[in-house]
């Protein structure tokens, strides 16, 4: 491709894979940086090269800007992929790129600096006319934190300004417990983000998490293409993601995606990203939330639905292309769900299951697809998160797809390892999945419990 | 205060190498010089410049080679060990561009055959205009180079296997 001939991938896992396929199908070469833990990785073994970058340690290695660089220019890529999590939406990243003459694949560090102030985003979209959830500013000890939640109104949410991905995030109920929270929140704000400023929203207890993908490129044309629910969440992290989302009206649809584009198009934000809302289900009313810098995790259930492959958009851009097709060409076919399988016991808490899979059959058929790094023998590193798949299936309706997402996880062998798939068995027999009446809370307050029931009587549901 | 100079900083070098102070930091107009002098386990030191002063003094360890234009080299192959024969790998604490000499015009720290110490500076290893000189770690003879000059060396990589010449092992 004119521009970008080679693409070092600063990432692992499977998004290290996908992304090395959508260069192949593009016919260009590929980089791979990996940690001494992914030196033998599935990626590693797919791309046209290989170099280590450093320990296992991401700290040492993956998050390292300048090795990173180093890496690229001494193996003669012209472009970084930086998948998600780990440098995607550090600004120093794509800095680094432009004053060594590389593509950074993705949005521009002055798109990443601007949405990662969550504050100043709420700030954007209020004076854009979006809808943001009733909240303060910033809030600087206990006391402004008692009188702005006092004006908000319980039950409320701490929130970091710098925050993210559900990091430093508490729900208080009433004043009584503001106090110890505060001092916890902003301490783990601190710890995690290096920032410890506060803010306090409104928490809306039935509540979905609905989040529009954008594509943008460097000419100013922004599309987006429908939305995403990712309201089976556990602990602010999702399990499960689906499009279209089913409480989302038509009209609610266009008046979401409408204002996802206007704040891309606000910031001229270049590249894939994805504006997240909280629907409110009994207010009916939509609020923006924040938005993500990068091509997410859960951006295939998108693709199933669209027909468009996101990671060749992101290096089409990247490459200085406009995008190939109108907001009127893009439509929604059908129904996809995504479940995350994660190398955890969903018997015992949830706990990391790292170490050797002995067996790994992963089903295929119709509307299946599966994206992965692992295959039978591969040691599952305990450095690193804990995603091992992404199982998808795509159906022409919901039910559809529900049906095939039971077959294909009935289907889907791992063994020497524990993994989530059980969960997810049991989830997609829920009356309250399958009738799409919950919220964000729901795996927590709901699932769970039945989840612990079943165990305990031997076949719940069955 | 004038501009150091590539032979100022050596110079530097030496001198806190030939010293007992383990840790030095020179700040001077855009400069930022951080020595720091480690024990056998890391052996490296670190000279920090930002970009800036870099584009500037163009002949401060400009690779002989523009990196971009390097050619790109299939999956290279380890280097095996050969454990029987006693030699010790010296391996690439970072990932980054293998220097054989302190400048392009200058002999290089080690050949093949010379005897080093473990303090013995045997290459530098640059990340983005970060000089880092890695010593040897190990006492011996230099028995093979492993990597060729102004290459991307990956971290770990062999760059040196060394014959150990021990004092228990050879009394005379």
């Given at each position: 491709m004119k521009g970008i001939t080679?693409?070092?991938?600063?990432?692992?896992?499977?998004?290290?894979?996908?992304?090395?396929?959508?260069?192949?199908?593009?016919?260009?070469k590929t980089v791979l940086a990996a940690s001494e833990a992914d030196k033998e990785s599935l990626p590693a073994k797919m791309a046209d090269r290989s170099v280590c970058i450093g320990p296992e340690k991401a700290a040492e290695s993956y998050l390292k800007v300048n090795t990173i660089i180093s890496a690229a220019l001494g193996t003669?890529?012209?472009?970084?992929?930086?998948?998600?999590?780990?440098?995607?939406?550090?600004?120093?990243?794509?800095?680094?790129?432009?004053?060594?003459?590389l593509i950074f694949i993705g949005p521009t560090a002055d798109n990443v600096r601007k949405m990662g102030d969550k504050l100043l985003a709420r700030k954007m979209a209020n004076e854009l006319g979006i809808p943001v959830i009733p909240g303060s500013e910033l809030v600087k000890d206990f006391e402004a934190a008692a009188k702005a939640a006092e004006k908000v109104g319980y039950p409320i949410l701490l929130k970091a300004a710098a925050g993210g991905g559900g990091k430093g995030m508490k729900i208080i109920e009433g004043p009584k417990d503001l106090n110890v929270v505060f001092e916890e929140a902003s301490a783990e704000a601190r710890a995690a983000f290096?920032?410890?400023?506060?803010?306090?929203?409104?928490?809306?207890?039935?509540?979905?998490?609905?989040?529009?993908?954008?594509?943008?490129?460097?000419?100013?044309?922004?599309?987006?293409?429908?939305?995403?629910?990712?309201?089976?969440?556990?602990?602010?992290?999702?399990?499960?993601?689906?499009?279209?989302?089913?409480?989302?009206?038509?009209?609610?649809?266009?008046?979401?995606?409408?204002?996802?584009?206007?704040?891309a198009r606000h910031i001229r934000y270049e590249n894939a990203g994805t504006v997240e809302f909280i629907f409110d289900q009994d207010q009916r009313q939509f609020y923006f939330l924040e938005m993500n810098t990068r091509i997410q995790v859960e951006h295939p259930v998108t693709e199933?639905?669209?027909?468009?492959?996101?990671?060749?958009?992101?290096?089409?851009?990247?490459?200085?292309?406009?995008?190939?097709?109108?907001?009127?060409?893009?439509?929604?076919?059908?129904?996809?769900?995504?479940?995350?399988?994660?190398?955890?016991?969903?018997?015992?808490?949830?706990?990391?299951?790292?170490?050797?899979?002995?067996?790994w059959a992963q089903p295929v058929g119709s509307g299946i697809r599966v994206d992965t790094h692992c295959y039978s023998g591969y040691f599952v590193p305990p450095f690193y998160d804990s995603l091992l798949a992404k199982l998808i299936a795509k159906g022409g309706n919901r039910h559809e797809a529900v049906d095939r997402m039971k077959d294909a996880l009935a289907k889907f062998v791992v063994s020497g390892i524990n993994t989530t798939i059980p969960f997810y068995q049991f989830m997609l027999k829920h009356p309250d999945y399958l009738s799409g009446k919950l919220n964000t809370r729901w795996?927590?307050?709901?699932?769970?419990?039945?989840?612990a029931r079943q165990r305990e009587a031997g076949g719940f549901y069955q | 205060?004038?501009?150091?100079?590539?032979?100022?900083?050596?110079?530097?070098?030496?001198?806190?190498?030939?010293?007992?102070?383990?840790?030095?930091?020179?700040?001077?107009?855009?400069?930022?010089?951080?020595?720091?002098?480690?024990?056998?386990?890391?052996?490296?030191?670190?000279?920090?410049?930002?970009?800036?002063?870099?584009?500037?003094?163009?002949d401060f360890e400009k690779p002989s080679v523009p990196l971009s234009s390097q050619t790109f080299v299939q999956k290279p192959q380890p280097v095996p060990i050969d454990e029987e024969d006693g030699l010790i790998p010296i391996k690439a604490p970072m990932l980054g561009t293998f220097y054989r000499?302190?400048?392009?015009?200058?002999?290089?720290?080690?050949?093949?055959?010379?005897?080093?110490?473990?303090?013995?500076?045997?290459?530098?290893?640059?990340?983005?205009?970060?000089?880092?000189?890695?010593?040897?770690?190990?006492?011996?003879?230099?028995?093979k180079i492993c990597a060729e000059n102004a290459q991307l060396v990956e971290y770990n990589q062999v760059l040196f296997l060394v014959e150990n010449i021990e004092e228990g092992k050879n009394p005379q």
């Open positions: 080679r693409v070092l991938i600063a990432n692992r896992s499977e998004i290290a894979v996908r992304v090395i396929r959508a260069c192949q199908e593009l016919g260009i003669g890529a012209d472009a970084v992929h930086p998948g998600y999590g780990f440098l995607a939406e550090q600004p120093g990243l794509p800095e680094a790129c432009a004053q060594n003459g290096g920032d410890d400023r506060i803010y306090i929203e409104h928490f809306i207890p039935n509540a979905r998490h609905i989040e529009v993908q954008i594509v943008a490129d460097k000419f100013g044309n922004v599309i987006h293409l429908f939305e995403r629910d990712c309201s089976i969440q556990r602990r602010y992290q999702k399990m499960v993601e689906e499009s279209p989302s089913p409480v989302v009206s038509s009209r609610l649809r266009e008046e979401i995606c409408s204002s996802a584009v206007n704040i199933m639905v669209t027909g468009i492959d996101l990671v060749k958009e992101q290096i089409q851009i990247a490459a200085g292309q406009a995008l190939s097709f109108h907001q009127e060409e893009v439509r929604l076919v059908g129904h996809a769900i995504e479940c995350r399988i994660n190398a955890e016991s969903s018997e015992d808490q949830f706990r990391p299951c790292p170490g050797r899979i002995e067996q795996v927590e307050d709901v699932l769970l419990q039945d989840y | 205060m004038a501009l150091i100079s590539h032979e100022d900083i050596i110079q530097i070098l030496k001198m806190v190498a030939e010293s007992d102070i383990k840790e030095l930091h020179v700040e001077t107009g855009d400069l930022k010089l951080i020595i720091k002098k480690y024990g056998q386990e890391e052996s490296v030191q670190q000279l920090e410049s930002s970009p800036k002063r870099l584009t500037k003094e163009k000499a302190p400048k392009p015009d200058a002999p290089p720290f080690v050949e093949v055959g010379q005897l080093v110490t473990k303090e013995d500076a045997v290459c530098i290893i640059e990340v983005m205009k970060l000089f880092n000189m890695v010593r040897a770690g190990v006492q011996g003879r230099i028995a």
